[in-house]
């Protein structure tokens, strides 16, 4: 499997309890004033911990700049922090 990194603002995380998918929003600046909102699925137990590490709680993760990859199937793979 190919990922590809990307980079994007996270700007909302949806989860169900119990769920084995979740939903990852990023924003991507495009130019300069054109903005687009992607939503990416990804497994929800996996991602929910990796947020919580990365940044404290799910409630702190609203606007942060993450570099992202997914695979060719769209589905994440994984992310880290840019500290922006």
């Known amino acids: 499997m190919i990922a590809h990194k990307k980079k994007g603002k996270i700007i909302g995380f949806k989860a169900q309890f119990l769920s084995g998918i979740a939903e990852l929003t990023i924003e991507k600046?495009?130019?300069?004033?054109i903005k687009k909102t992607k939503k990416i699925p990804c497994e929800n137990?996996?991602?929910?911990?990796?947020?919580?590490?990365?940044f404290g709680n799910l409630?702190?993760?609203k606007n942060k700049?993450?570099?992202y990859f997914v695979d060719e199937l769209g589905i994440l793979k994984s992310f880290q922090p840019t500290g922006e």
């Open 65 to 67: 700049e993450i570099e």
């Open 59 to 61: 409630t702190n993760t």
């Open 29 to 33: 600046r495009i130019l300069l004033f």
């Open 45 to 54: 137990p996996t991602t929910t911990r990796t947020l919580e590490q990365a």
